[in-house]
T-cell receptor, first 109, second 114 residues
Framework: QKEVEQNSGPLSVPEGAIASLNCTYS??????FFWYRQYSGKSPELIMS????GDKEDGRFTAQLNKASQYVSLLIRDSQPSDSATYLC?????????FGQGTELSVKP | DAEITQSPRHKITETGRQVTLACHQT?????MFWYRQDLGHGLRLIHY???????NKGEVSDGYSVSRSNTEDLPLTLESAASSQTSVYFC?????????????FGEGSRLTVL
């Protein structure tokens, strides 16, 4: 079992819809969780971090964390074509980041 | 502006050759990391360093080595390149262990081993 797992997609949503990206992790001791966005041919960039159970909102992005279920999600409201990218879930384990395989999101106009 | 740079950006080499990928950051970050990215695998950690003279193995360290002689640089060496090491390599840095999740990435180095 991979330490951090995501559906690889591709996930296709129409413009204006909500995109839901999911991630599970295996280490119950993990305390900090991150979402990175990576455009094709570019390097990853941090878009959200979450440390406590519940929701964290930043503009159109909401990160959700459920430590009991070992589950992290990212919701993108009012999806735009510019949101089309690969979204990488990352978990801090012992001071280093472990990434999932990424979910490719395509937002269709 | 502070930045992190990788070189070369593209390299083609032959099986068995030694290859070194350079990574240089000007943020004065203590933590530096090397990842490789392959289709279907996401980013996998190769080696990392929490400071000068500190190096640690990651998930996929076999065939790779690093050294940290100063704060700014963490070169990645492939001792004897193999076709399985064809990949895109990303260097990253962060300010402290507590903020390890806030990584700043270089632009990547695409390596092809023939």
């Amino acid at each position: 079992q991979k330490e951090v797992e995501q559906n690889s997609g591709p996930l296709s949503v129409p413009e204006g819809a909500i995109a839901s990206l999911n991630c599970t992790y295996s280490d119950r001791g993990s305390q900090s969780f991150f979402w990175y966005r990576q455009y094709s041919g570019k390097s990853p960039e941090l878009i959200m971090s979450i440390y406590s159970n519940g929701d964290k909102e930043d503009g159109r992005f909401t990160a959700q964390l459920n430590k009991a279920s070992q589950y992290v999600s990212l919701l993108i409201r009012d999806s735009q074509p510019s949101d089309s990218a690969t979204y990488l879930c990352a978990v801090n384990q012992g001071g280093k980041l472990i990434f999932g395989q990424g979910t490719e999101l395509s937002v269709k106009p | 502006d502070a930045e992190i740079t990788q070189s070369p950006r593209h390299k083609i080499t032959e099986t068995g050759r030694q290859v070194t990928l350079a990574c240089h950051q000007t943020w004065n970050h203590n933590n530096m990391f090397w990842y490789r990215q392959d289709l279907g695998h996401g980013l996998r950690l190769i080696h990392y360093s929490y400071g000068v003279h500190d190096t640690n193995k990651g998930e996929v360290s076999d065939g790779y080595s690093v050294s940290r002689s100063n704060t700014e640089d963490l070169p990645l060496t492939l001792e004897s390149a193999a076709s399985s090491q064809t990949s895109v390599y990303f260097c990253a840095s962060s300010e402290s262990t507590a903020n390890t999740g806030e990584l700043f990435f270089g632009e990547g180095s695409r390596l092809t081993v023939l």
